[in-house]
């Protein structure tokens, strides 16, 4: 009976306030579907960050007069710099590039630009030392400690970080700017939920009054309030998560389907999405409960 009592307030206070109520189901629904994207944004970099790290080599040039007097990296400077490289801690990989290898390379990457595959000649690509670590860590080391050694023959470092912080700094950015948007829109989903809260028990203040008088007590007459947000709550979440498969399929899918062709960013999938999702429950549902209490503890007093 006290079940069917509480069902059957919850379901009234629904439909009495339905206006506030569908505004608090939008509110609360984009307000986590802003914060389930920062947080597939957030997957996306760091699975992006694995590939880069993966992928990313350095490339140490070797000035000509070394290159072209020793094409086989068989003697001292080049052998030396090829010793003391894969003798680096976190180094896993040291391959020689030499003139003729690094203009096959070249005309091979321009194959579909003939303008710049003409352009390329034996001169213009210098032999370098391709070196791959096992730890992003080392990245910076070796490239600090190797990029002013001319007297191994160094002429220069090709560091690739900078277009790896360039492309993480902008899905930090979108990131960020997911998880403010989120957090003004959760502050107005808490006034909002205050407001409706607030509103039900008022236009209930009799129904509570006399339940008090019977000798009901202040959970059994304010459970309802509480279970109608979140009740809200579970329906903004799942309205959040169907807007991020949409917006998986129509943005990420779509928008990002050149990037995840040639594997520079991570593909975000559906079981990412699903990932997210109980996180994006628990949040609504203790903001709509925790937002309620504190409402009817601070508002109503009798």
């Known amino acids: 009976m006290r079940a069917n009592f509480i069902i059957t307030e919850v379901l009234n206070g629904l439909r009495r306030n339905v206006t506030m109520t569908v505004a608090m189901i939008i509110t609360t629904a984009i307000t986590l579907g802003m914060l389930g994207a920062g947080l597939l944004v957030m997957q996306m970099a760091g699975k992006s960050q694995e590939i880069f790290f993966n992928r990313v080599e350095m490339q140490i040039f070797v000035n000509d007069d070394v290159a072209r ?13 090829r010793d003391e490289l894969k003798n680096e801690p976190g180094v896993t990989n040291v391959t020689w590039v030499n003139l003729d290898d690094a203009y096959k390379a070249a005309k091979e990457a321009f194959k579909n630009t003939p303008e710049m595959a003409d352009a390329v000649t034996p001169d213009t690509m210098p032999a370098s030392f391709r070196v791959k670590v096992n730890d992003p860590d080392k990245y910076g080391a070796v490239i600090d400690k190797f990029k002013g050694r001319q007297d191994l023959g160094v002429d220069g470092v090709q560091d690739q970080r900078k277009l790896v912080n360039r492309l993480f700094s902008v899905l930090n950015g979108a990131r960020n700017a997911a998880f403010v ?4 829109l959760g502050v107005a989903a808490v006034l909002l939920i205050a407001n409706t809260v607030q509103m039900a028990a008022y236009t209930r203040r009799t129904e509570v009054s006399i339940m008090r008088l019977v000798g009901a007590t ?8 509480l279970i109608e947000a979140v009740v809200a709550a579970v329906i903004g979440t799942v309205l959040a998560v169907g807007g991020l498969l949409i917006g998986k399929k129509f943005f990420f899918d779509e928008a990002l389907n050149d990037l995840y062709g040639v594997n520079i960013l991570a593909r975000v999938t ?6 997210v999702s109980p996180w994006l429950l628990l949040t609504g549902i203790v903001l709509a409960s925790a937002t309620s209490y504190v409402t009817l503890r601070w508002y109503v007093r009798e």
């Not at 559906?270 to 990932?275: A, E, G, I, N, Q």
């Open 218 to 225: 202040r959970w059994y007459t304010q459970l309802p309030f």
């Open 270 to 275: 559906t079981s990412d999405v699903f990932f």
């Open 69 to 81: 007097a020793d094409p086989n990296c068989d003697r001292a400077p080049c052998s030396q710099l």
């Open 181 to 184: 948007l989120s957090l003004i």
